[in-house]
């Protein structure tokens, strides 16, 4: 099973969770790559399942710059596909997490649980979450 997880992340929050969503996801048998966004050349047509990763930005949306060209360039092959959507968050309230569930529903994706949110840093229980939802998301 080829899992990816590919993230952005502008202070390295989101990366925390990403590394520990990944070992998760390898605990459980996936043979998991990581991106960050910028290094992801591929097709996520080569991957089984894919965790996105972006922390909330702007007024509640999704980066700008990067992230979002990124995923709108690529929301048109998820359709069916078994997806998790994770991000780091500081004064919000979730609400660029449920535009982005929605969205992706939207495209009849088949998204795992919702998506896992960490205020800013993950600390040692915070991590043990991300990981914990990497190896349920591998075995979904
Ligand atoms: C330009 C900018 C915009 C942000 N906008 C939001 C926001 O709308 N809602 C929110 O909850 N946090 C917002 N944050 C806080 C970040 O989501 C938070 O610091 C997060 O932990 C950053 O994770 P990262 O290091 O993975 O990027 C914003 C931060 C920055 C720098």
Redesign the pocket.
């Known amino acids: 099973m080829k899992i990816a997880v590919i ?11 990403a590394e520990a969503i990944a070992d998760g996801a390898k605990e459980n048998g996936g043979e998991v790559s990581l991106f960050s966004v910028n290094e992801f050349s591929g097709s996520i047509k080569d991957y089984d399942k894919v965790a996105f ?9 999704l ?1 700008e710059a990067e992230f979002e060209p990124f995923f709108m360039s690529i929301e048109n092959d998820i359709s069916g596909k078994k997806i998790a959507l994770f ?10 997490m449920r535009d982005w569930e929605e969205r992706v529903n939207d495209k009849n994706a088949n998204l795992y649980d919702t998506g896992l949110m ?4 993950p600390d040692d229980d915070g991590k043990e979450i991300c990981k914990e939802f990497g190896k349920n998301f591998a075995a979904y």
């Open positions: 993230y952005w992340s502008g202070t390295g929050n989101t990366a925390a969770m990763g972006c922390s909330a930005m702007g007024d509640e949306v980066e991000g780091s968050y500081g004064w919000g309230d979730g609400q660029w960490i205020n800013g840093m």
